[in-house]
């Protein structure tokens, strides 16, 4: 069973545009949402997470909702620029090593 | 650079043979993890230390795959016999706190 579904699978953005990811998961037990951030070639990095908490974290460009009732949580990229193009990992940990979904490929043309 | 490190980056083996990977964590993260990312997938558990000790192994870690933290510092990832399906990227991280994880910059195993 999978415990962490994201979509979609590939997103393609004008340079400017609101880039949007979307996760789901069923654990109730998970409390930590980490976005990663993965160029080819290279190894996942921390973008932005949150705890159940709060609804909302804002970190410049970059800002998650989190919907408790719903079991839902996404990443917004805001101004989304050329080199914002890779892929995206959402995961969730609850006190536990992280699983993560599938990912998706983000592409920002100009 | 203050950052989780791996070595070696890349290594190409022949199907049988051993290989063995190293981990240099955050030096003052208590936790060690590695996981494996095949192509258009997302990292997959396969282990994790606290401290020296191994607390969780994933289904995934067949007979053939073994890892040590010797000193709860660095940590060696073993694989015996290789097969071709252990081709991937084997991702290492640390972390201080539970799910907040680093991750290392991997290293590439192709087996022929």
């Known amino acids: 069973q999978q415990q962490v579904k994201q979509s979609p699978q590939s997103l393609i953005v004008q340079k400017g545009g609101i880039s949007i990811i979307n996760c789901a998961y069923e654990?109730?037990?998970?409390?930590?949402f980490p976005w990663y951030q993965q160029f080819p070639g290279k190894g996942p990095a921390l973008l932005i997470a949150i705890r159940p908490d709060v609804s909302e974290k804002k970190e410049g460009r970059f800002t998650i909702s989190f919907n408790k009732s719903a079991k839902q949580f996404s990443l917004h990229i805001m101004d989304s620029q050329p080199g914002d193009s890779a892929t995206y990992f959402c995961?969730?940990?609850?006190?536990?090593?992280?699983?993560f979904g599938k990912g998706t490929r983000l592409s920002v043309i100009a | 650079d203050t950052g989780v490190s791996q070595d070696p980056r890349h290594k190409i083996t022949k199907r049988g043979q051993n290989v063995t990977f190293r981990c240099d964590p955050i030096?003052?993260?208590?936790?060690l993890y590695w996981y494996r990312q095949t192509l258009g997938q997302g990292p997959e558990f396969l282990t994790y230390f606290q401290n020296e000790a191994q607390l969780e192994k994933s289904r995934l870690l067949s007979d053939r795959f073994s890892a040590e933290r010797p000193k709860g510092s660095f940590s060696t990832l073993e694989i015996q016999r290789t097969e071709q399906g252990d081709s991937a990227m084997y991702l290492c991280?640390?972390?201080?706190?539970?799910?907040?994880?680093?991750f290392g910059p991997g290293t590439r195993l192709t087996v022929l």
């Open positions: 654990n109730t037990a998970f409390d930590y």
């Open positions: 995961a969730v940990s609850g006190n536990t090593p992280l699983v």
């Open positions: 030096s003052e993260h208590n936790r």
């Open positions: 991280a640390s972390s201080y706190l539970a799910g907040v994880e680093y």
